[in-house]
């Protein structure tokens, strides 16, 4: 079974930049496709990336598009979504999610959250001046 560490994230100024880790522990991270997630206060959790097992496909929100690009490095079991240009919209606790799915299209499309089997505990990330 899959574990997940989040890290990375703080306190940044707007138009800042963070770059978010995720860390799997307990087993390969190979085959399993990756999404960011993330939660403000009073909002609900919603899709911010995917990146497929294998890199081939990814997908973002409209809303992080252009400013945020996830990667992965399987021998390192970790996958990072790099954000820049930070406003206090993007404020909110993010998580990263897994899903066994040796497809290379697994994250053409977005990826819905309750498709994802497992859950890291997540990292806060505040933009604020």
């Known amino acids: 079974q899959l574990q997940f560490v989040e890290s990375g994230g703080g306190l940044v100024q707007p138009g800042g930049s963070l770059r978010l880790s995720c860390a799997a522990s307990?087993?390969?991270?190979?085959?399993?496709?990756v999404g960011w997630f993330r939660q403000a206060p009073g909002k609900e959790r919603e899709a911010v990336s995917c990146?497929?097992?294998?890199?081939?496909?990814?997908n973002y929100a409209d809303s992080v598009k252009g400013r945020f690009t996830v990667s992965r490095d399987n021998a390192k079991k970790t996958v990072y979504l790099q954000m820049n240009s930070l406003s206090p919209e993007d404020a909110a606790v993010y998580y990263c999610?897994?899903?066994?799915?040796?497809?290379?299209?697994?994250?053409?499309?977005?990826?819905?959250?309750?498709?994802?089997?497992?859950w890291g505990q997540g990292t806060q990330v505040t933009v604020s001046s």
């Open positions: 999610a897994a899903k066994w799915d040796p497809d290379p299209a697994a994250c053409v499309e977005p990826v819905g959250k309750g498709r994802y089997q497992y």
């Open positions: 307990g087993e390969i991270l190979d085959w399993h496709a």
């Open positions: 990146i497929s097992y294998d890199a081939s496909s990814t």
